[in-house]
């Protein structure tokens, strides 16, 4: 162990993360459309955007259980569910889940059963508050929110996963307060403008009011917020340690796909087990997220949390940008309920205590807008 390492790790609350962490386990992570069907069309969708649904016909039963077993062979423990919408496929989801650690992302519109899938963790999509929501993801007429919020209320699975449109940040606080009041912790997302939908979408120099409101949050629910102000600065600025992100430095990329291999060869750390599945289960794509999308446009945490756990080496200049990275670890982990689910939450607001002397948020306002 490096010695710069050990005497941070004299720090008895870091020890504490770091050895659970540690006692969890490395993670073998693949992300899978469990579907290419859904019940909603929302406006920026990466998935319908790209047409990722095409040609792309279910699995058969014993084709998915072949799926399960060769993964299985291959060693992975852990599968993030996308699509499509995963809660159209219950059984499906079952079985994924007695087989790995999951995670699954859920428009929440339809309440994915307890039965089954108990310890299941659920991300929730939230887009903003109830118009901007509707409008977005409910076609002006849905209220897809409203409805997410019964189906999941006082649910130890969900956490909302809330997608924050650059032009609305001045919704943040009220949509956080809903969702803390429905018993649901909050993990933010960044809006796409993949539909270049306009200056107020277009998440490009203009995360600054969403910084500064998620910053309140964590302030005002230290042990509801899911996301440390590092994270969330890193993912509005894209920027780790004077390195820009994009294809050339993301870590979650499919390792058999062809458009990679030039990527995978160029000295950046990545992960080399992931493998992204269309929703045949048998071909790959790029990346989770992306066919050939501009990266320019991608903000999503998800693999940000990847970029940032990938890169531990760069973290170890001080014990504060090791904090930031051990943070980051163990929030990943905790979301995933990998470790224990009520000792992560009493140590979330001693977590966001830790990684609150980032950056100073006029700095920050200066740099994204
Ligand atoms: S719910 Fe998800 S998969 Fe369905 S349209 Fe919306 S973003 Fe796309
Ligand atoms: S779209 Fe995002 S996740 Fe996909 S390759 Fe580009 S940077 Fe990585």
Known sequence: MPEGLRAYL?????????????????????????TNACNLRCQGCYYFSEGMDEGMDPPSDAEFEAFIQRELDRGTNFVTVVGGEPSLQPDRLRALHRHFNINVATNGLIRIPTDGMETMPLG??????????RDLRGGGKIDV???ALENYRDDPRAFFYYTVVPGYADEIESVVARCVENGNPVLFN????????????????AFGPALEAIDTVINRYPDMILLTRYLAETVATGLLYGQQWGHAVCTSLSIDHPVNQERLEN?????????AYQANLADTRRCCTGIDRDCGTCFDVWEHFSWVMLNMRKHLGSQDEFTNWLTTMYLFYFINRLVDVDEGRRWLPEIHARTSR????????????
């Open 358 to 369: 980032y950056r100073s948020i006029p700095e920050l306002l200066a740099s994204v807008g």
């Open 267 to 275: 000295g950046n750390p990545y992960n080399p087990h992931f493998k």
């Open 10 to 34: 004299r720090d008895p609350f870091l020890a504490q993360l770091y050895q659970r962490v540690r006692a969890a386990g490395s993670m073998r992570s693949i992300s899978v459309d469990l």
């Open 124 to 133: 929730v999509a939230v887009w903003g508050a109830d118009s901007t929501d």
């Open 190 to 205: 960044f809006y796409s403008d993949i539909d270049h939908l306009g200056p107020k979408f277009d998440g490009r120099n």
């Open 145 to 147: 929110f409203g409805q």
